[in-house]
C-alpha cells in the first residue's frame, strides 16, 4: 500500500480533485506565504 509506505501525507481538501487542481493550489499557497515573509502585501 502506497500511503503505508509513505514518510508523510498532505491533505489540501477532503474533497477529491485533479492533481493539476491541487499543485495550482499549493503554489499560490507557497507564493502567498513567500510574499508575507518578504512583507510585500498580498491583497493590493
Do not use: K, N
Not at 2 to 13: G, H, T, Y
Not at 31 to 36: D, E, G, K, S
Amino acid at each position: 500500500d502506497v500511503r503505508r509506505r509513505s514518510d508523510f501525507s498532505l491533505s489540501l481538501s477532503p474533497m477529491t480533485m485533479p492533481h493539476e487542481l491541487c499543485l495550482v493550489f499549493l503554489m499560490e499557497q507557497l507564493y502567498r506565504a513567500f510574499t508575507l515573509i518578504r512583507g510585500v502585501e498580498y491583497h493590493h
